[in-house]
Structure formats: C-alpha cells, structure tokens
C-alpha cells in the first residue's frame, strides 16, 4: 500500500504538471497557431471580395460568404462595414451593435475578442484593398480551441486514472502475494505454541519469502527430532526408574 501511495503521488504531481503545461503553454501555442491560419484566411477572403465591390454586386458577395460559412463551421458571421455603414453581412436580421462599436485601425488587421451571449469569437477586422474601400469583419468562434483543449485534459485525466486503477490492482496483487506466506508462517507458529503441532508449510517461491519458509520448516524438522529424541529418553529413564524400584 505504501508502494500505491508512492505511485499515486507521482501519477498525480504529472497530471498536476501536465494541466498546467497546457493550461499556460499549449493553450497558447494552439491559440497563435489558430490566430495565424485565421489571419491568413481572413486575408485571402479581403482579397477576393475586392473585385465585386469594384462591381457593387453584393448579392454575389453575401452568397459567396455564406458558402464559406458553410464549409467553414467555426466562422460565425461575416460582414463588410464602411463608414460605420454595413454593405453586407450574413446575420439572420441586422448586425449586432456590439459588433459594429468594436474600434478597429484603419489599414490594419485588427482582432479583438468579442462575446455575443454564451459564445466568444474572435473578430477579425481586414481592410478590403484600402480603407476607403471598406472593411471586412469576420467572426471566429473559439469552439473548436476550447474543445481541443478539452479532449486533451480528458485524456489526461483519462490516463491519469487509468494509471492509478492499474497501481491499485498491481499493489493489491503484490500485497497479498507478500502477505500470504507470511500469515502461513505465523500461523504455523502459533500452531506450534498453542497445539504442539508440526506441520511444514509449502515454499513454493525462490524469493526471500520462500527461502524463510524453507528453513522454517528445517527448523520444525530439527525441533520434532529433537523432541522424539527426549521423548526416547524419557522412555529409557522410565524403565531404568522401573527397574531400579523392582531390584530396591
């Protein structure tokens, strides 16, 4: 049980160690990652809107941005605004004011964290061309991030279980491995002193256990002898006191 103790301690001070590992470092790692792809994806899309807003064709701009919604699940919504004015956008009604009031740099790709009820995204403001062009706004949801996160730490947690229900059955095994030849000894033991018993136990083991149990039963052979021995003795001198009382 102490060896369980000793495993249990160590299995927990990794996962404590592998939690904050990726509570500090790899959080952040896949958060870069996922901020530079959506970046660049944001971009590319900046760019090939560019050409129907030349042509003022925004029925094909908010068809062409509701295809990519759909096969790109973790984009939330998407929508141009010019001159705190919204050319087109893919919201059921109108476009959130929460949305439109986020400050953004003109010429730059901003991104601000933005939360809409339960849900947070990542807003991601590129200028399409030059800012007097307008800007594009995109929404990210950070599902996909946060539920990576969590497969991680359940399968750290998983293990981490795992490993500690294997340290249980391994300690149980070797402590009742342990143990039994030494209750069989102690048992035998307490035989000898209360019944005057010997009866050998088995040593069917080459560990330090065994080779006890071996010379425990060495030790009953020499003490049966030795007691026949007195108990021939005692024989002897009864029938030497018998005789001598007859002669006297």
């Known amino acids: 049980y102490k060896l369980f103790l000793a495993i249990s301690f160590v299995v927990i001070l990794y996962a404590s160690v592998s939690v904050l590992f990726v509570e500090i470092y790899l959080k952040k790692i896949l958060h870069e990652e996922s901020f530079e792809d959506s970046r660049a994806f944001v971009a590319t899309i900046a760019e090939n809107v560019y050409h129907h807003l030349q042509s003022y064709d925004y029925s094909e701009i908010e068809t062409n941005f509701r295809n ?29 004011e929460k949305l439109t009031a986020v400050p953004r740099k003109d010429n730059e790709i901003g991104f601000k964290t ?19 062009t307008g800007t594009l706004r995109v929404g990210i949801s950070e599902r996909l991030e946060k539920e990576a996160i969590k497969k991680i730490m359940f399968s750290l947690f998983f293990f981490s279980f795992a490993v500690l229900a294997a340290a249980l059955g391994i300690s149980v095994l070797l402590a009742r491995k342990l143990t039994r030849p030494l209750t069989r000894l102690s048992a035998a033991a307490a035989d000898i002193a209360d019944k005057n018993l010997y009866q050998p136990i088995p040593a069917d083991s080459n560990d330090e256990i065994g080779q006890l149990s071996t010379v425990f039963n060495r030790m009953l052979k020499v003490s049966k002898d030795r007691e026949d021995e007195l108990k021939e003795i005692n024989e002897e001198l009864e029938t030497v006191n018998i005789t001598l009382h007859d002669y006297i």
């Open 68 to 96: 990519i919604m759909k096969t790109n699940t973790e984009i939330a919504y998407i929508f141009i605004q010019k001159d705190n004015n919204v050319l087109v956008h893919t919201f059921h009604d109108s476009v959130p």
């Open 114 to 132: 933005v939360t809409l009820g339960k849900n947070t995204y990542s807003d991601f403001s590129v200028p399409i061309h030059d800012s007097a």
